[in-house]
């Protein structure tokens, strides 16, 4: 089977919804750890389905160099390789041909790459990338993507998503007729004008789901968010909306208030194994002297294993220590952080308090230094 979507109730701009998939429910909005090499960095996947997960995602580009499309289908296919049972999704490469943009050459037929493991030159094209995408058979896979730099001008940004455009009218022909759903991705760069054409031209091709791509590649947060905000109210109410590797909580929140339904993000994971942990308040530094002595747990009432059994304390010390535990834990907690607020979201969407827990959340949250948060964003794009 393909997927079904079925938007339950809306509150103050948030969707509440069901997505029905061959391999299980997903209850929406979700955040989707990403698995990028099939793996959730540490994590076990009994232990992601205890924090909460619905879905995983795998990366297309990543699979196809290690350990091969091949063999991930000879081994059952992306969610019996990992031993993963719910539903998966895979990329299908074009950020990271984005990331690697100076050993990448771009045409309309598609991109000649240089690999980042041995530097042996590859090629994707759409049809190669469905195919890669149908052998790893995920239940949703995504269309060939030419993403840019934000900073981009508009005549650069135009090119890439009228390639997008024209790439993803070559994935549907050549997109499986079997139980996998494919989503077309919305670009356009930072400009309204081409987001829209964009949209109009992808839901034509009357894709099952769409993506959000193009936002969080450094862009200001405010920039993401009105572009997010106006790319999703262009979208089918009756599709599910999946914004593109955006996953801070205070961007969750915000995202959702403008009827997104689907993120992902290795932000999460990433942070925690550098000792950068969640909170309501914001996030803490597990490594920082003043929780050494600190008999407290990470988070009050959080439910994660490392709340439930240790102290920020020990937390501290595994840091301190470099050893491999505080990297799990971290990660066990930022995980289920992040799917408890998805879960919290829901709820109050249903409840029709959407709103007002927004405003709550919101006013609480410290976000991070934006200057910061931007020159460490270009470094790991650069």
């Known amino acids: 089977m393909g997927i079904n979507f079925l938007v ?78 719910g539903p998966t999704l895979t990329d299908s490469g074009g ?13 309309d037929e598609g991109v000649e790459f240089r690999s980042h493991i041995d530097g042996d030159i590859h090629v994707f094209t759409p049809e190669l990338v469905m195919d890669y995408q149908i052998q790893l058979g995920a239940d949703i896979i995504m269309s060939f993507d030419q993403c840019i730099a934000y900073t981009d001008d508009i005549s650069i940004a135009r090119d890439a998503m009228h390639r997008t455009s024209r790439w993803a009218e070559r994935c549907v022909a050549s997109q499986p007729t079997g139980g996998q759903s494919l989503f077309g991705i919305i670009q356009g760069g930072m400009f309204e004008s081409l987001r829209d054409e964009s949209a109009s031209f992808m839901t034509k091709l009357g894709f099952p789901g769409y993506a959000i791509g193009g936002l969080g590649v450094g862009e200001p947060k405010s920039t993401m968010y009105a572009l997010a905000k106006f790319s999703a109210a262009l979208l089918p109410w009756d599709k599910p909306r999946y914004l593109m590797g955006v996953g801070s909580p205070e961007d969750l929140v915000r995202c959702v208030a403008s009827g997104v339904d689907m993120f992902d993000c290795a932000l999460p994971t990433r942070i925690a194994r550098n000792g950068a942990l969640f909170t309501k308040l914001g996030r803490i530094d597990i490594a920082s002297a003043i929780y050494k002595d600190s008999s407290n747990s990470v988070e009050d009432g959080c439910d994660c294993y490392a709340c439930s059994n240790f102290t920020l304390g020990y937390l501290n010390h595994l840091f301190k220590a470099k050893e491999l535990l505080g990297l799990r834990l971290a990660s ?47 470094k790991l794009l650069s």
């Open 8 to 85: 339950q109730n809306v509150d103050s701009g948030g969707r509440a919804g069901i997505l029905e998939t061959a391999h299980g429910t997903v209850r929406t909005p979700t955040f989707m750890p990403v698995g990028t090499q099939a793996s959730v960095k540490t994590l076990v996947p009994d232990e992601l389905v205890a924090l909460g997960a619905d879905v995983i995602l795998g990366n297309t580009y990543h699979l196809y160099l290690r350990p091969g499309v091949s063999t991930v289908r000879e081994l059952g296919g992306l969610g019996k390789f990992m031993g993963w049972n």
């Open 332 to 378: 066990i907690h930022n995980l289920r952080f992040v799917t408890r607020l998805m879960t919290e979201m829901r709820d109050a969407i249903m409840l029709g308090t959407f709103e007002h827990f927004a405003r709550e959340f919101l006013s609480s949250y410290q976000t991070a230094n934006e200057e910061a948060r931007l020159e460490q964003r270009r």
């Open 95 to 107: 950020f990271q041909v984005y990331s690697l943009a100076d050993q990448a050459k771009i045409t």
